[in-house]
């Protein structure tokens, strides 16, 4: 072993450093990513039989499913809704209690405790306030004298009332961290562009928002994967329904896989969700990176 | 509620305890059987104490059996984890299920027949002992999978105050399709839209309902083999019509889905005046209700009829035959006429076999409280739930066309036409 140069040593113990989160990595998302794969070449197993070799039809049979489509839609449109919405106001959220306020201890935890909620527990509570008879929301209106709404039974309303509930569960989560960037910001830039006589919008707009850009661009990609990777509150609240006016993409594998005993369709969604979800990260860290201010 | 240790604690002390006795024990064959069980909780209250009373009972009685009940959420979620569990080579030993999962379990080959694991005449004389009405759903081909335990029929509450304050007679309850349009429309004009008539539940088990209309209409929707279904009949179609007919023309129900989960709390505050839902709720809204209020059967159109509904104990082909005998002897015990009695008055579900209705503790309870016979005496109209192979794409497909017609996507004839179609597509392999 003494016959190892410096370089060669270097090069083994940094292998050996990356072994480890190697190894998790290949076990638990590349492997079942490939048998993923594997898996949706196939059709299951009829009456015991063993599952057959198809090829494409799982993909050609996905192509036709309206359903398919419908969720797919169903979800850009949650997608759309949830994001730039949660994003906004978790940075509206941050910006307001990192200024001085009374309080400020406890706005902070008010708005950070949807996150500490469970999913399904925070489903449960919407689900009474959305409640058509005898929910809050409804409550409310009639107060005012606004007929109520069947948020989650009208298949014109209930996406959209999916969509609130998951801003007010994730805007708390976001805004942690752009709390955090905000305080990574140096109190002398303000201080300067004060004596400049900056206003405060373009000091917002032309300092604090660049300097946030690469948390931003954090926030982002994670409200992504949230919007594709969270459904739980699917379970509690809708089951898809109704007539698959709230089925997301992920709830649908769920379906297929658990519900249908159509583990190979389920894999050949999962399959379709992993390339669109690689393609949309590769373009924001290509597009959106070159644009982001690392300091 | 007394405090007790988690039971996978309670498990590692008497495992603890065990093997520090085993020096001690002349025989090791003593060692008590372990046995797993998933179960299902569907309509909330608290079920799962009453579950582990009994199972607490249960072990008292056996010391050389331990069962480890395992609460896994609704049917659905039950069937999941009792699936994962058994590819991941942990199978339970037994579990109670949803009874319409009979054929896909069958399909899976994970389960045996209790034909297979009787063996003396006294056992065969329990596995005969049961409701026929409710042995439907377990049966398949000459051979019992199923054996009932938490099982029900669906409903009709009404609030007695609230028929009364309608000008309506609260001692009748509506016997017929019309009857229960015209008090749910009674009651709504009543109060000048403040109560609903009635809300028939539409998400969670939308065609557990619509085969109750369906049945109440002399229908019935699939063949008993599983392999066809009957969506788009006239019948059928006019079941459908007459549940949209109640919020579009007669306004006795509210526009949209009516949710599952709520639907008791509706009735409790007072919301509507009827509701249709499990029998299984019976108990949590006699100990929660501040009106007075009735329990009937449903109304009819051309006969009586409810799906029956809810869990039935199934056994697992990957399990000892020892572990087998373990469980035979826990599910008599679950479901002698004494326990069925108990877990009847504990919740509403049924009693599951004549006998369980001729114990002295259930006689009493029907005697101070006649609702909780309702059930019971409607078994005579029941039909089995639906279940079908592939069953979760035929039930999806139902629920999917229920539920567009009653939020006015598709007119009922259209959504079942199309839940034809899909349901076919879904059997297209199994037709005989």
Known sequence: ?295 | MKPRLPLHIGLLATAGLLSAGQALAQDASQDPVQLTMYYPVAVGGALTDVVDDLVEDFEAEHPDIDVEAIYAGNYDDTRVRAMSAIEAGEAPQLSVMFSIDLFDLIEQDVIVPFDDLVETEAEQAWLDSFYPGLMENGRLDGKTYGIPFQRSTIVLYWNRDAFEAAGLDPDQPPETWEEMAAMGAAVHEATDGEQWGVMVPSTGYPYWMFQAFAFQNGHRLMSEDGTEVYFDDPAAVEALEYWVSLAEEHEAMPDGTIEWGTLRQNFLEQSTAMIWHSTGNLTAVRNAAEFDFGVAMLPMKTQRGSPTGGGNFYVFKDTSAEEKQAAMTFIRWMTAPERAAAWSIETGYMGVSPAAYETEALRDYIETFPPAAVARDQLEHSTAELATYQGGRVRRALDNAVQAALTGQMTPAEALAQAQREADAALRRYAR
């Not at chain 1, 009456?47 to 359903?67: C, K, M, Q």
């Open chain 1, 1 to 295: 072993m003494a016959s190892l140069n410096p370089d060669r040593r270097m090069q083994i113990y940094g292998a050996l450093l990356m072994l480890p989160a190697a190894v998790l990595l290949a076990t638990f998302a590349y492997l079942p990513t490939i048998a993923t794969l594997i898996n949706s070449l196939f059709l299951p197993g009829f009456r015991g039989e063993p599952a057959s070799f198809v090829g494409l039809e799982n993909y050609a049979l996905l192509i036709e499913d309206d359903t398919f489509w419908q969720v797919a839609r169903n979800n850009l449109f949650y997608a759309v809704g949830t994001i730039p919405t949660s994003i906004a106001l978790a940075l509206g959220m941050a910006l307001f209690v990192n200024a001085r306020l009374p309080g400020r201890g406890f706005v902070r935890m008010a708005y950070f405790t949807p996150t500490i909620l469970p999913m399904i527990a925070a489903a449960n509570i919407w689900m009474f306030f959305y409640a058509p008879q005898i929910g809050l929301f409804n409550t409310l209106l009639e107060g005012i004298g606004v007929p109520g709404v069947n948020w989650l039974g009208d298949p014109a309303v209930a996406l959209s009332s999916v969509i609130v509930m998951t801003v007010w569960k994730e805007a708390g989560f976001f805004m942690i961290f752009y709390l955090a960037a905000l305080q990574g910001i140096p109190p002398e830039l303000e201080e300067a562009s004060n004596l400049e006589g900056t206003s405060r919008w373009s000091f917002f707009w032309r300092v604090t928002f660049p300097l946030l850009m690469p948390t931003t661009l954090f926030v982002l990609i994670n409200a992504l994967i949230n919007a594709v990777r969270v459904v739980d509150h699917l379970f509690i609240m809708t089951k898809g329904g109704p007539n698959n006016a709230t089925n997301l993409l992920l709830y649908y594998v769920y379906e297929n896989a658990f519900s249908f005993f159509d583990r190979t369709y389920a894999a050949t969604i999962t399959v379709v969700i992993l390339l669109v979800l690689a393609v949309v990260a590769t373009v924001k860290f290509t597009v959106l990176d070159r644009r982001t201010h690392y300091q």
